[in-house]
């Protein structure tokens, strides 16, 4: 089942994380879940390019967490997850995985899952557009300060503006709900 919850910040505010997106030089290929394939698809003709990502938190299997110098980053995705989580009534997280995403018209992700189903993924909107998530064979277009929140294991993938805009920032934080612990 798919929580969307509106207006989480501003479109100014929306606008400030885009130009801090824009000054980030990290930006790598969205790789699915890193499966040599997945890598050659990006030279292959045939193969919807998957756009850009840049991982800014990353922990997993209690390993030491990776956080790069995108702090502020990092802080507006907590401020997200937080009024987001705290509306659908997830009182407790723990999060595992910050990810930006970046889109161009035509480009589709590979279909994925983020986590197992103790985990919960968070797909926010930094502006209006007709690109989105599609979910288990289902779009749901971008709209501006929204997130939608669905279990980590629903297969899932980013797709691009089809007309409009010609681009698409998309914030994305998996998180293992721990509530009922």
């Known amino acids: 089942m798919v929580k969307i919850v509106t ?3 501003p479109k100014e505010t929306n606008l400030k994380i885009i130009q801090n997106l824009l000054r980030v030089n990290k930006w790598g290929f ?15 003709d045939n193969v919807t390019h998957a756009g850009l990502n840049y991982c800014s938190y990353y922990v997993y299997d209690n390993a030491i967490p990776h956080i790069t110098e995108e702090s ?5 995705a907590d401020i997200v997850s937080s009024i987001a989580f705290s509306k ?4 407790k997280w723990v999060v595992k995985k910050i990810n930006w995403n970046y889109y161009i ?6 279909i994925h899952e983020d986590a197992n189903n103790k985990h919960v993924s968070l797909l926010y909107s930094l502006f209006d557009g007709d690109g989105g998530i ?3 064979n289902k779009l749901y277009p ?16 980013g797709v691009g503006p089809i007309t409009n805009p010609k681009f698409r920032f998309s914030l994305n934080v998996v998180a293992e709900d721990i509530s009922n612990n």
């Open 105 to 110: 018209k035509g480009c589709k992700a590979q």
């Open 142 to 157: 971008d709209k501006c300060g929204e997130a939608k929140i669905f279990p980590s294991n629903k297969l899932h993938r």
């Open 30 to 44: 969205e790789c699915g879940n890193g499966d040599m394939q997945n890598y050659r698809n990006i030279l292959d």
């Open 134 to 136: 599609e979910i288990e």
């Open 7 to 9: 207006d989480i910040l």
């Open 88 to 91: 659908i009534g997830i009182s």
């Open 72 to 76: 502020e980053l990092n802080t507006y």
